[in-house]
């Protein structure tokens, strides 16, 4: 179908196959369907239904920095033991978790940080015009722009805050001049408590309802006739030369001309059966969902707690905490129980004893995000392969970057040349 030099050579008989029908692979279908190559998604559940569930829906250019922010390990060892801390560390015997740390230390430096920085604004670019273009082909991506408060208790939090926004906004979004202190604070959003003495509001970021996007984005596929496979898993491949020819699922073997793995938290190991090694850890984060009254108008970021709520699908849906605590989906209630206590400093008192929130939040949720240690996603052709190619590793920013990294990589997929925007994101980076 394509003879570009470099391009992998893309048959119109056989199908460019995304493996992971989170909102990643999703995006990544929707752009290579759109530019009229055949397309297959291979889901092991149903879609939607790993970390791209649950999680609060923000897109946004104001928090796009990578995680390893400089001081962020001396926050995170403060947290040793204290499973009530945002940044929960929880240190495992296990080579591959300490090397992690290792690299996610070394990545911490300002240098490291601003490099990631720039890197994920410029990816970040183009983001409200590519939900405005789903939006305009009939995708409901249920995106609304109410902007983003940034609440604190204590004023000085708030200025060291935004005085750090302000230097990395760079003209590339709207931010205040200064903070509302004072009794006037909370008055920024409607659900916020008096205890708020700091705040100030972030216009035009958006939030969406993760679960209706990604149907919608299955939809869509659908619709253009993209056959999406739930319910099988992909557990090996069939190579020749440098290309993968074929996916072995559990429900039979798909050929393919080309393959995308976008499996989250599974994606190392289906690399490893490509012969490539990801170092990938989740950052397990929590969320659950309440009716309050009255209820946020914006996205809320709860600065001192590091929590955030967000208005979704007619309810307030809280979320928060890192806890790097090995690559495992076990909910822990006492975390739970922290990113309620942390909300209630910034929401009031929605709830009087921990005991009440059995019956008063829904659908207790905990998603582990794909972290890489340098905080950046991979967004790839693998190494020594011509046709297959890795997009993971996007931490807490998968639904804000998922259709930019869509865009690009089925540009990558189809011309051969990796855009620029993708430099940054290249497989290789991790060997070093
Ligand atoms: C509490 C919390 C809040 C968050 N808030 C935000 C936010 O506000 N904004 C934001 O941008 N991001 C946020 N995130 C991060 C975001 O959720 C993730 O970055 C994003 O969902 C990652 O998407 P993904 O497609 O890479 O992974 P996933 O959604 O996990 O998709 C991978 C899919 O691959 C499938 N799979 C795995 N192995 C196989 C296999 N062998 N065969 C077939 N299928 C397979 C899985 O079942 C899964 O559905 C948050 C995360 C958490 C935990």
Redesign the pocket.
């Known amino acids: 179908m394509t003879s570009v030099p470099g391009a992998p050579r893309l048959a119109a008989d056989s199908p460019v196959v995304v493996?992971?029908?989170?909102?990643?692979?999703?995006c990544t279908a929707y752009y290579l369907s759109t530019a009229g190559l055949p397309v297959e998604v291979?889901?092991?559940?149903?879609?939607?239904?790993?970390?791209?569930?649950?999680?609060?829906?923000?897109?946004?250019l104001s928090h796009s920095t990578p995680v390893p922010a400089p001081g962020i390990v001396r926050y995170a060892l403060r947290s040793l033991g204290r499973p009530d801390s945002p940044l929960y560390l929880r240190p495992l015997p296990d080579p591959a978790f300490l090397r992690w740390l290792w690299r996610f230390w070394r990545s911490s430096t300002p240098a490291a940080f601003r490099h990631g920085y720039a890197a994920i604004a410029e990816l970040n670019r183009d983001t409200f015009d590519l939900f405005d273009g789903l939006h305009d082909a009939n995708v409901p991506t249920t995106l609304t722009r109410p902007g983003m408060v940034h609440a604190f208790l204590s004023p000085s939090e708030a200025r060291h805050h935004l005085a750090i926004q302000r230097e990395m906004a760079h003209g590339h979004y709207p931010i205040p001049d200064d903070v509302t202190t004072g009794p006037e604070a909370h008055l920024l959003d409607q659900a916020l408590s008096p205890q708020v003495r700091a705040a100030y509001l972030v216009e035009g970021e958006g939030?969406v309802d993760?679960e209706a996007f990604?149907r919608s984005l299955g939809d869509a596929l659908s619709a253009a006739g993209v056959k999406v496979h739930e319910h099988?898993?992909?557990?090996g491949f069939r190579s020749a030369g440098e290309g993968v020819t074929a996916l072995s699922?559990t429900q039979g073997e798909i050929p393919c001309s080309a393959v995308v793995i976008?499996?989250?938290?599974?994606?190392p190991?289906?690399l490893r059966a490509l012969g490539h090694q990801l170092p990938l850890q989740a950052?397990?984060?929590?969320?659950f969902s309440v009716n309050l009254e009255p209820a946020p108008k914006h996205?809320l970021y709860f600065g001192e707690r590091r929590a955030?709520a967000?208005p979704i699908g007619g309810a307030t849906r809280i979320?928060?905490?890192m806890e790097l605590s090995g690559n495992n989906n076990r909910l822990d209630w006492r975390r739970i129980v922290a990113v309620a206590l942390a909300s209630r400093q910034y929401l009031g008192h929605w709830f009087e004893d921990p005991d009440d929130l059995v019956s008063l939040i829904r659908d207790p949720?905990?998603?582990?995000?794909?972290f890489l240690p340098d905080g950046l996603p991979v967004i790839d052709r693998l190494p020594k392969h011509n046709n297959a190619f890795a997009?993971?590793?996007?931490?807490?920013?998968?639904?804000?970057?998922?259709p930019a990294t869509g865009h690009r990589l089925a540009e990558y997929i189809l011309t051969g040349q990796r855009p620029d925007a993708l430099q940054p994101f290249r497989f290789d980076r991790l060997r070093r």
């Open positions: 493996v992971g029908g989170g909102v990643v692979g999703l291979v889901e092991r559940r149903a879609l939607g239904s790993g970390v791209s569930r649950g999680n609060a829906g923000w897109v946004c939030v993760p990604a099988a898993e992909v557990t699922t976008a499996a989250g938290m599974s994606s190991r289906l950052g397990k984060g929590y969320s996205t955030v967000s979320g928060g905490t949720w905990v998603g582990g995000r794909p997009a993971t590793g996007h931490g807490m920013l998968g639904v804000t970057l998922g």
